[in-house]
């Protein structure tokens, strides 16, 4: 495969640890219920496709984390969760990118950890003023067909 | 420790990259049920060595994903399931690599998910034609004295 | 971002392979029951701050690993386990790192598995001879709260 010169192939390993990050920072903010923190991660006109209903713009994401009443504060991080996203295909192309890969979401419960949720995931991303953020995720649950649903690019490869 | 020039480095933190991938695309085509293409991240003589029997040769690997009757359909992609490896330690020399680590399969169970199967693992692997694919793996349950059977590599370490 | 040069980006990358193949190394030693090599990804005078009490030095990280009737060949590396770390942000200053992410640890029970701990951490991080190794770790139940205790550092990035 043509790799380009080193300057690229520096930006493009650079860019994958950056795209990573972002996922952690997606995980920790959820988890310490951070609402501003978490809903910068999507771009401001982001959409996230879930089975049960579709969350777009930076301020339904905002309060999908800030609602006293919301599924999140009194089922996820209320009892204490881990959002782990991975293992992730990543494709960087200049300043936009997609990554491909499971989301698991932990929640305490009882003397013990339960698996709240397990999904199949495709993401779009922008880098925006030297940041990258999602403009859009496809997250289906893991169960019959869903990985051919949401799985659309891996095949064709990072390269 | 003697690292080699940028070339050389560069070199290396791509083919880790490119190994994580194809333990991506392992998860992926399985859980899509895509058993030409799983059986394409193995080498065409491959051997997968299980407590439970052996799988050689691509033919092999294709059918345990293909066939409607096995295990594969009926009970992992069926239901629906997430394959995931890691966090892998890998070592890369050149054209040959070995890598090794957990791999947890979840299957969708009830309203919930539960654990399939948990294994100890090596991988040996080799880049033919510039594409990395597995030429061998040592896969056991995690369970008493499994870990020693098979974590052959890493107190040498990758360097 | 002001990235540097070549050489410094790379030793970036590299040194966050090594941080993520230092905390392999960890999970192997535990899993495998081999308290030298577990004991050695700590620093001699290291700490480990947990809920129920820590562990300081590295003769006491030893015999966590090596007494026949502590909680570690009884409860985790007797019936077998894995130790998983991640996903990972790890930030590299010169010899000095921090990561900040999620442990969970496996264990079997009976004919399956069960989550032994999962726990939110942070990290700091030495490297002493061309090898890094763990200074503190700062480790806490999942649960209610317990994120915004350990995760001290991710907000401002690992840029």
Do not use: C
Request: charged share 30%; net charge negative.
């Amino acid at each position: 495969m043509s790799k380009g010169g080193v300057e690229e192939r520096l930006q493009a390993l650079e860019a994958k640890e950056e795209i990573r990050e972002l996922f952690n920072r997606y995980g920790f903010s959820a988890d310490t219920g951070e609402a501003r923190l978490w809903s910068e991660v999507w771009a401001t006109d982001a959409v996230y496709d879930r089975a049960d209903g579709s969350i777009a713009g930076r301020d339904a994401f905002f309060q999908s984390i800030e609602s006293p009443d919301g599924v999140h504060k009194r089922l996820i991080e209320g009892p204490g969760s881990v959002h782990a996203t991975g293992p992730l295909t990543i494709a960087v192309d200049g300043d936009t990118a997609w990554a491909e890969g499971p989301a698991l979401v932990w929640v305490r419960k009882d003397e013990g950890y339960a698996v709240f949720s397990l999904s199949y995931n495709h993401w779009d991303l922008q880098r925006r003023e030297g940041r990258w953020e999602i403009v859009r995720r496809i997250g289906r649950p893991v169960g019959p067909g869903g990985a051919l649903e949401v799985y659309r690019n891996w095949k064709a490869g990072p390269g």
